[in-house]
């Protein structure tokens, strides 16, 4: 049985067929540049919404049709081809936005089968019969999906290392304005927005996100990051948080509130996450001076959480405790004031910080025993018990003072032992009286 001749891919006729038909199609460059671009654009939605970007993907698309048509036109080695100026450019610049890689490199695919789809359709006009077609479609192949290959492993290079020093002086950029907007300084409003990415002209919440003592073996920084972006989309944000980690276990945050004045932590969605992560948050505030007070709002709750040793609050806020915040410069004097103000109350054990708590919801409710019993779950007859023995370590009645022995009791009731005499010590000074 009688085998047909095959052709050889590699001799003068096949080639000299892929060079008539890169010519041609050469010739018509504009246009089938112009169909890879659309045909991109169309299969690849994020390529197609990156609108600043889209006149240096259409040179990339030129360059890239160019190049290969030339390669096979006048058959260059394709170990001496580089990837052209304006697609290595695109591809720093999708790195630059944060545009997934897979997206550049299916963007090369197809271009492929686009460029291909011409070549294949001039070939069948050139082709004298099936063999030189099928070899020279062989050949042609080789040489497109060579130059894809070569140039889309120079594009994951360039992507990759681009990627990491944007990222790098991005970041080293937006601690700068941040720190530049924390001093009070007169700041170029509109160059610090475009470098945060965020707009400042609006209310913000300050938060300070921090992982408690708990081991962990996941990428602290990661678990903040996603932590504070579910709170933000619980939050309704308008728009993306600022993020700036602090060091391994802690960052900072400003969630964007647009016109909203207010904002409440209680539906901030901090449920679901783990457990050991905690959050302090400032209250809402407006423009680049409200960016710089609810941070310290918030910074300001973190350390009223931490003061005490004990395991902090899953959330608290400036709100909660203002006054206490503000007395925690100076701890000596804090927990001296809170001592000679709460007396015998001020023992740190499980007795008085019973009579405490009921006090200081009693005088929260405006002195009604009927709401206290309510908010406590307790019967009415032990609030009167608990606020008559309270007195009795007070050593006068509630009234005395009252200002004074409410503020004393939220400072102990955020800063516990911090503050409070410990209970050896307090039975110690009773029994030498």
């Not at 630059?96 to 011409?118: E, F, I, K, N």
């Not at 007169?186 to 160059?191: E, G, S, W």
């Not at 904002?263 to 409200?290: C, M, N, Y």
């Not at 009645?397 to 516990?416: F, I, N, Q, T």
């Amino acid at each position: 049985m009688c085998k047909n001749p095959q052709v050889d891919t590699d001799g003068p006729a096949v080639t000299g067929l892929i060079v008539g038909v890169a010519a041609v199609v050469g010739r018509q460059a504009t246009a089938v540049s112009e169909d890879v671009y659309e045909v991109i654009l169309r299969e690849i939605p994020e390529l197609r919404d990156d609108t600043p970007v889209l006149a240096l993907l259409a040179s990339s698309v030129d360059s890239n049709v160019d190049t290969c048509l030339q390669i096979m036109q006048h058959r260059i080695d394709l170990a001496a081809v580089q990837a052209p100026a304006a697609a290595v450019e695109y591809g720093r610049r999708l790195a630059q936005r944060g545009t997934p890689l897979t997206a550049l490199l299916r963007a090369y695919r197809v271009g492929h089968a686009c460029l291909s789809d011409w070549l294949i359709k001039e070939l069948a006009q050139q082709a004298g019969d099936a063999e030189m077609m099928s070899a020279a479609t062989l050949g042609m192949s080789r040489i497109v999906a060579g130059y894809i290959d070569q140039v889309s492993e120079q594009m994951v290079t360039a992507y990759a290392q681009e990627r990491v020093n944007w990222l790098r002086n991005r970041s080293a950029a937006r601690a700068g304005r941040i720190r530049d907007l924390l001093s009070g300084e007169r700041i170029d409003v509109r160059a610090t927005e475009v470098t945060l990415g965020y707009r400042l002209r609006q209310y913000h919440v300050g938060l300070v996100c921090w992982v408690g003592d708990a081991a962990s073996t996941a990428d602290e920084i990661t678990r903040l990051e996603r932590a504070i972006s579910h709170v933000a989309g619980h939050a309704a944000c308008h728009g993306d948080p600022v993020f700036l980690p602090r060091d391994e276990s802690s960052a900072w945050a400003w969630l964007p509130l647009g016109t909203r004045d207010a904002f409440d932590s209680a539906e901030a969605g901090t449920a679901g996450l783990d457990a050991d992560i905690h959050f302090a948050f400032g209250g809402a505030a407006r423009g680049t001076t409200g960016f710089r007070i609810t941070h310290q709002q918030a910074i300001a709750a973190q350390a009223v959480a931490l003061a005490s040793g004990s395991p902090a609050p899953r959330a608290i806020t400036f709100s909660q405790v203002a006054p206490v915040a503000m007395m925690l410069t100076s701890r000596e004097l804090l927990r001296a004031w809170v001592l000679s103000t709460l007396a015998g109350l001020a023992t740190d054990d499980e007795h008085h910080a019973r009579l405490r708590e009921t006090l200081l919801v009693f005088l929260q409710s405006g002195g009604s025993y009927k709401t206290t019993a309510e908010q406590l779950m307790l019967h009415k007859n032990t609030v009167q018990y608990r606020v008559r023995k309270a007195e009795e370590s007070l050593g006068r009645p509630v009234g005395d003072h009252r200002d004074d022995v409410e503020l004393a009791l939220r400072a102990s009731h955020w800063l516990g032992s911090y503050v409070l005499r410990p209970a050896a010590a307090a039975a110690a000074g009773s029994a030498g009286g």
